[in-house]
């Protein structure tokens, strides 16, 4: 294929070529053939940023190990588990897609994307411990969750994952482990799915193309794009834009004008991974493991212990580690990326937020001076006997996490995904980056829920829907229906060769 197609005034435009991007696109001409959509990437190559696979941690996020998603206790010591159900249902939804895409020929070889690998929660301490019991007891009681096993007994940890145990003192641990959890190449899925879009008549891809202006003329979309071998500006015109620029959304919205990004803000949040390629110590480790958040950690700074497929070999990552920076790409960001990005509308809020996170500032700033022997200290929290020599340090990808304003309060960090759309339905585009990657076929079908409605109302689009997703539909929810979901689960399972 060549590096660079055009296709002039598209009916749609996307921006970006992470998974976002990939899975919307991908959708939209199954949904509807007819469509001529046209993608631009800034970089040479294809789902380079957050979504390629050492950028991120790779988890098929399915509620099952992430402690964070049920932080709640209850008056009577049990645990709210309802956003893990929520979360596991949506994978599923991706898992559904992603099989259907393997069956159909659309793209092959599951295994170069996705792979079995245990998700297991680990704690130390009475009230951790205390903590991983009542959640247990509240999500072992679902469907979703009826494999998950719990132990306090070292001896069981240590067939689960041995190097959780090895040098370990005598303070109280507990774990639970679903064996269901799963290991994604985000980047890989995505260069699958995209190659599949260029070859479709219609589609184009032009890589090293930077967008560097939106604007709306009359009931279209101006997209300009710089060609940066030739630095020359391509123009073009289409009636829907989806901005799926991973942390390149922000300004590129705050370009577009539109009054629903008055006041958004971004905060770069660089990730940084400790990695092993000792063989023998790899071997040693089939899982992934999440902790509790230390100190005043975010959410997705939880650091975990995992074992990744990537390039079709296994490796062992730990961490993120978060890193200071004020790019919000990890290749083909800028250092003024930040400062461009605070605007007058968005100026009182950025500060604000500083003022009112010093938890979180501190974090940063510790983060950001810590020596490799420090890394090592919290390596220590899950493998007490890691040694150093066997560790090295590199980078992971940047997350913009969204600021907004909210009701009555000055302003917040969120940590989750937002879509924001205008009131015309004709732009879209998708800021922060949790749960992200896993539950990218949910969020994009709310996209087309919400911007190409009459494609799902058609009886193509309703028929491809149901082969595409065939629990797509809000009113037979997994979570509420078990042999519904059994027969879903196992099928898409054994497509994607997980089973
Ligand atoms: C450290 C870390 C760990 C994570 N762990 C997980 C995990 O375990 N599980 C999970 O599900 N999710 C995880 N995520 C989140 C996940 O990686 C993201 O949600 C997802 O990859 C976002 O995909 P995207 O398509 O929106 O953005 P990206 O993959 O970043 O793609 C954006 C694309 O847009 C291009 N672009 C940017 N600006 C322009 C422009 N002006 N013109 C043209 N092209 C442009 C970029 O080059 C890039 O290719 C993690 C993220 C990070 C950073």
Known sequence: MSHVQYVENPDVILIGSGVMSANLGVMLKLLEPRLSIQLYEVADGLAQESSDGWNNAGTGHAGICELSYTPTREADGSVKVAKAIEIFEQFEQSKQFWSYAVSSGLIDNPKEFINPVPHLSFVHGEAQVDFLRARYAGMKVHHFFREMEYSTERDTIALWAPLLIEGRGSVPIAATKMNGGTDVNFGALSRKLLKWFERQEGCGIAR???????????????????????????????????????????????????????????????????????????????????????DAAPTMAVPHLDTRILDGRRTLLFGPFAAWTTKFLHKKGRFTDLPFSVRSDNLLTLMKIGFSNLDLVRYLIQQGTQSMADRLKVLHVFYPAAKIDDWKLIDAGIRVQAIKKT?????????????????????????????????SVNIMFKVIK????????????????????????????????????????QHADEILQLI
């Open 208 to 294: 090293g193309h930077r967008v560097v202006g939106l604007r709306k003329v009359n009931s279209t979309w101006e997209v300009r794009a710089e060609y940066l071998a030739a630095g020359e500006v391509h123009t073009n015109r289409a009636k829907f834009v989806f901005v799926g620029a991973g942390g390149g959304s922000l300004p590129l919205l705050q370009t577009a004008g539109i009054p629903e990004a008055r006041g958004l803000g971004g905060f770069p949040i660089g990730g940084q991974w400790l990695t092993c390629d000792n063989t023998e110590i790899v071997g040693r480790h089939q899982a992934k493991v999440y902790g509790q958040a230390l």
């Open 407 to 439: 009701d009555g309060r000055t302003g917040i960090v969120h940590y989750g995904t937002e879509v924001i759309t205008d009131a015309d339905h004709s732009i879209s585009a998708l800021l922060g980056a949790s749960p992200g990657a896993s539950v």
């Open 450 to 489: 919400k911007c190409f409605p009459h494609l799902l109302a058609s009886p193509h689009g309703r028929t491809q829907m149901k082969t595409m997703i065939p629990t797509y539909n809000e009113d037979i929810k997994l979570a509420a229906n078990s042999e519904r979901f059994y027969a879903a689960h």
